[in-house]
């Protein structure tokens, strides 16, 4: 199932301006807490994320990994500054997946490709997730976590409008309909008043 087959209007954003003005000024900041960071990092380890080739899919300048990937990290995002800033990637690419979500990069040259806190804000993220499948190895994983924090004028409108159970469901149905098999959901960190959530969802491509 394509990105067209969701409700009209799920894509759709408050702000629909281009997202390279938006992402121009850098930002040196994290979005999410250091329990949920922590989160991340740990995941990562328990599915050896660390242990071969990482692509981080719309990266900044801190990609959340508890150490330098055996085979490098390819940093993609928005921002040059903060990709150049990245201390774990040896090679970083601008590129703005909602204009155009092939990514440049060649058949099963990846062992991971990951997505911290910004699968909400894709206007094609089957597109996405299929070309991720494409750059992973045989049984190669896709690891997207998200928490409940977002710049709401551009995350969309189908991610606005329901709670954190019906997010999970979200990203279970995007990594699916991109045919990756096996996925897996969690709530990685501890329910807890004023501290950030982080949900991850994973799965492997055939």
Not at 36 to 62: F, K, N, T
Not at 72 to 91: F, I, K, R, S, Y
Not at 127 to 139: D, I, K
């Amino acid at each position: 199932m394509s990105d067209d087959a969701w409700p009209p209007g799920f894509f759709d954003r408050q702000d629909p301006g281009d997202d390279a003005d938006f992402y121009a000024p850098p930002r040196f900041v994290t979005h999410i807490d250091d329990g949920a960071i922590a989160a991340v990092a740990e995941l990562y380890d328990e599915l050896g994320v660390p242990d071969g080739r990482v692509l981080d899919l719309m990266s900044s300048w801190v990609s959340h990994l508890s150490r330098q990937p055996t085979g490098g990290l390819t940093a993609l995002g928005m921002n040059a500054l903060e990709l150049q800033a990245n201390p774990v990637a040896d090679e970083v690419v601008v590129r703005d997946l909602n204009v155009d979500p092939r990514l440049p990069f060649a058949d099963a040259s990846y062992d991971s490709v990951v997505c911290c806190v910004s699968i909400d804000y894709l206007v094609r993220p089957v597109e996405v997730l299929r070309e991720a499948a494409r750059v992973l190895r045989p049984g190669g994983l896709v690891v997207l976590t998200f928490s409940n924090r977002c710049f709401p004028t551009k995350a969309v409108r189908g991610w606005l409008a329901t709670d954190e159970a019906g997010r999970v469901e979200i990203v279970r149905a995007y990594l699916e309909r991109a045919g990756l098999e096996g996925v897996t959901t969690d709530l990685r960190t501890a329910r807890r008043w004023g501290r950030d959530p982080l949900y991850a969802a994973w799965a492997r491509a055939t």
